[in-house]
């Protein structure tokens, strides 16, 4: 069975561009996380998703960031305008209800802004 | 605030010793503690949970202590072998909701 599968993995753009970053979850799992990974601040969640609805985004840094789920198979997190401290690797996972809490993590997408 | 601390920001340990990483909390709520493991270049993956009614869990090499009332967990590899080196999470939830809060990692350096 596929994993989740996140894209691009590496993606170099200016300040000010957009940047969206694409996240197919795991099929069957109800529960869909994005989280940022940098030196300073580790693993920060910064919004989950169940059944498709946001559950808590209080982790999203700013208005600049906005994250959407059209049905199961599909999330998007969207930066614009993007700016240098955004650069980290944005991780994926998905869950099952009955898991007991086991994420399952996609490979990241890399963000360097310059 | 970090609700999930891990202090040691890096770990060296001998082939064939223990190692020993270390994860502090703050939040009493919590109640099922988790530890993953990431290679680089890759997403972490899933090693160890507890659930705070315990306090050892046990897997092959890997175990998991809780101190409730430190608010302390510690995970404990033996022996640790070349493939263990990696940066290892610490995370927490508190059962209300699926949210799962992540420690800042240890990375762990198993030395020839």
């Known amino acids: 069975d596929a994993g989740v599968i996140q894209s691009p993995r590496h993606e170099v753009t200016e300040m000010g561009q957009e940047v969206t970053l694409r996240c197919k979850p795991i099929?069957?799992?109800?529960?869909l996380f994005w989280y940022r990974q940098t030196m300073m601040r580790g693993l920060e969640l910064l919004i989950y998703f169940n059944n498709n609805v946001p559950i808590d985004d209080s982790g999203m840094p700013e208005d600049r960031f906005s994250a959407k789920m059209p049905n199961a198979s599909f999330s998007t997190l969207k930066i614009q305008p993007s700016e240098p401290r955004d650069s980290a690797v944005y991780f994926c996972?998905?869950?099952?209800?009955?898991?007991?809490?086991?994420?399952?993590f996609g490979e990241g997408s890399r963000l360097t802004v310059l | 605030d970090q609700q999930v601390k891990q202090n040691s920001p890096s770990l060296s340990v001998q082939e064939g010793r223990i190692s020993i990483l270390n994860c502090d909390y703050t939040?009493?709520?919590?109640?099922?503690f988790l530890w993953y493991k990431k290679y680089p270049a890759e997403g972490p993956t899933f090693l160890i949970s507890i659930s705070s009614i315990k306090d050892k869990n046990e897997d092959g090499r890997f175990t998991v202590f809780l101190n409730k009332s430190a608010k302390h967990l510690s995970l404990h590899i033996v022996p640790s072998q070349p493939g263990d080196s990696a940066v290892y999470f610490c995370?927490?939830?508190?059962?209300?909701?699926?949210?799962?809060?992540f420690g800042k990692g240890t990375r762990l350096h198993i030395l020839p």
């Open positions: 939040n009493s709520m919590f109640d099922y």
């Open positions: 099929s069957g799992h109800n529960s």
């Open positions: 996972a998905s869950s099952r209800r009955d898991s007991g809490g086991e994420l399952f």
């Open positions: 995370a927490a939830s508190d059962g209300r909701d699926d949210k799962i809060i």
